[in-house]
């Protein structure tokens, strides 16, 4: 496909599940950003990937997150032990990389913890 | 750390031009300017960026004050569609030791009417 995808678009799980969350770059893009937007609010940056390596992961809130980005192409943003307020919109977004700034964002996946 | 501000909400008729404004007095010389926009439920969607000089393309155009503490985004023929959240971003060029995430502060809401 031509831009980014995120998969599953919406997920409802149990307080205290684990889950993750998978994000397809647009082909060629070495530079991947996971995001987060909760209702009503701006978003905020969780990772940075540059190929296969994050050198900035200053934005994930807990060691309940963690991700990983293989082949320098799909990551994947794992949520361990679910809370209520990890409930969130999780955006993904990708750029070409160094010198190339503009970000690409998908759909989201849309995160309920009951 | 936004850097930016910007009118919470506006209105514009359709058909009309709107001009979001946006301040950023604080603007290093190699910061860019960067729009996005979000429309309900979507991911942010990347609309022009520009350092020093105005820019057009297809979507808008994007005129930066002299002194470069301001900016304007124009939408020329505002439509229906054009309703979102309107996010103005000032960020280093991605490259060398930046890390090129994005600071979204909360934007202008832009309501478009018939």
């Known amino acids: 496909g031509a831009g980014v995808s995120q998969s599953p678009s919406n997920k409802v799980t149990e307080k205290g599940k684990d889950v993750e969350l998978r994000c397809d770059p647009i082909?060629?893009?070495?530079?991947l950003y996971w995001y987060r937007q909760s209702l009503g609010q701006g978003l905020e940056f969780l990772i940075y990937?540059?190929?296969?390596?994050?050198?900035?992961k200053s934005g994930l809130p807990s060691d309940r997150f963690s991700a990983e980005r293989t082949g320098g192409s799909v990551s994947t943003l794992t949520i361990q032990r679910t809370q209520q307020e990890d409930s969130a919109v999780y955006l993904c977004?990708?750029?070409?990389?160094?010198?190339?700034?503009?970000?690409?964002f998908g759909p989201g996946t849309r995160l309920t913890v009951l | 750390d936004a850097k930016t501000t910007q009118p919470p909400s506006m209105d514009c008729a359709e058909g009309r031009a709107a001009n979001l404004p946006c301040n950023h007095s604080?603007?290093?010389?190699?910061?860019?300017v960067y729009w996005y926009r979000q429309i309900h439920s979507q991911g942010p969607q990347y609309i022009i960026h520009?350092?020093?000089n105005n820019e057009t393309n297809e979507m808008a155009s994007l005129i930066i004050t002299e002194d470069r503490k301001s900016s304007t985004l124009i939408l020329p023929h505002a439509t229906l569609r054009d309703t979102a959240v309107y996010y103005c971003i000032v960020r280093l060029p991605d490259r060398g030791s930046t890390l090129g995430r994005l600071y979204f502060g909360r934007g202008t809401q832009l309501t478009v009417w018939p």
């Open positions: 082909s060629g893009h070495t530079a």
């Open positions: 977004a990708s750029s070409l990389g160094p010198g190339h700034g503009t970000q690409y």
């Open positions: 520009g350092l020093k």
């Open positions: 604080t603007i290093s010389g190699n910061e860019y």
């Open positions: 990937f540059q190929g296969n390596s994050a050198p900035d």
